[in-house]
């Protein structure tokens, strides 16, 4: 017979899972880009934060999706600006490229 797994002690917050995952399958620098999810209405704004959400990366693309592409058109013009402000909330120069795309929030 197996052996029962034993019962979490508390409740793990999302973030905390999502950082062990991407540790154990992406290199150091990657984990590090979890935290955009955690500091992103803080960083952005909370105009920006209610219609966008940071949905994944790839090195050192950061993917964000958007409600619409009115909402892309005018990222496009801030998006140095955001890569500077993500990049300074982070407190390394992680993202070096936003791609703005409509997908769910």
Do not use: C, Q
């Amino acid at each position: 017979m197996k052996d029962k797994r034993e019962p979490l002690k508390k409740p793990a917050h999302i973030a905390a899972v999502l950082r062990k995952a991407i540790a154990a399958y992406r290199d150091g620098g990657d984990g590090e880009l979890v935290k955009v999810w955690e500091l992103w209405e803080g960083a952005v704004g909370p105009a920006i934060a209610e219609n966008t959400r940071a949905a994944a990366f790839r090195g050192n693309l950061l993917i964000v999706h958007v409600s619409s592409s009115t909402w892309i058109h005018h990222l496009h013009f801030l998006k140095p600006d955001l890569i500077a402000t993500i990049n300074r909330a982070l407190g390394k120069p992680l993202v070096k490229e936003i791609k703005f795309k409509v997908g769910p929030l």
